[in-house]
T-cell receptor, first 110, second 114 residues
């Protein structure tokens, strides 16, 4: 079945440094979604990418979908303490049910 | 105020007992989902439902059961057959399965089986 791998599992950064998490699928995806889960909270939708090579920005966050629609990345520029949390990618194939990666936990040191 | 609710937030049960977790949404969404979250495991799909009176098994359905008698409700029963039920359970909903299937998550229920 479809598998979605996400790396790294954890990332420690100093406030102001950049952060990137990567998502790779074993199969071609119809779309990919990104979610953020704050400590003790629940996942909250950030964005959905659909087109091959698509790039979307939300303030300091940049999301990319690979040309082959099998990988994606989330990049945060100049991290802040409010960025702390676990970032999940969820890739959907033909069934449109997302398969989630294990998430990347971002720890920002002030 | 639209949203998705789960109750209770924390639940304790003795081993061998069945327990039902509540999930309600007033977003008028057709699709609803149950996920299990364990540390370092991400979100694993237990069951999902596209429409009332219909539901499908996810990746880890063994030891769980669901019902979808009403559009707004999708309760999950953790049965005594589930070998390791202690986990954080998340319910979610989306407009449908295809197209813009952004998922809205509830606050979760943390189940501890003693």
């Amino acid at each position: 079945g479809q598998q979605v791998m996400q790396i790294p599992q954890y990332q420690h950064v100093q406030e102001g440094e950049d952060f990137t998490t990567y998502c790779n699928s074993s199969t071609t995806l119809s779309n990919i979604q990104w979610y953020k889960q704050r400590p003790g909270g629940h996942p909250v939708f950030l964005i959905q990418l659909v087109k091959s090579g698509e790039v979307k920005k939300q303030k300091r966050l940049t999301f990319q979908f690979g040309e082959a629609k099998k990988n994606s990345s989330l990049h945060i520029t100049a991290t802040q303490t409010t960025d702390v949390g676990t970032y999940f990618c969820g890739g959907s194939g033909g069934s449109y049910i997302p398969t989630f990666g294990r998430g990347t936990s971002l720890i920002v040191h002030p | 105020d639209g949203g998705i609710t789960q109750s209770p937030k924390y639940l304790f049960r003795k081993e061998g007992q069945n327990v039902t977790l509540s999930c309600e949404q007033n977003l008028n969404h057709d699709a609803m989902y149950w996920y299990r979250q364990d540390p370092g495991q991400g979100l694993r799909l237990i069951y999902y439902s596209q429409i009332v009176n219909d539901f499908q098994k996810g990746d880890i359905a063994e030891g769980y059961s669901v019902s979808r008698e009403k559009k707004e409700s999708f309760p999950l029963t953790v049965t005594s057959a589930q070998k390791n039920p202690t986990a954080f359970y998340l319910c979610a909903s989306s407009i449908g399965l295809s197209g813009g299937n952004e998922q809205f998550f509830g606050p979760g229920t943390r189940l501890t089986v003693l």
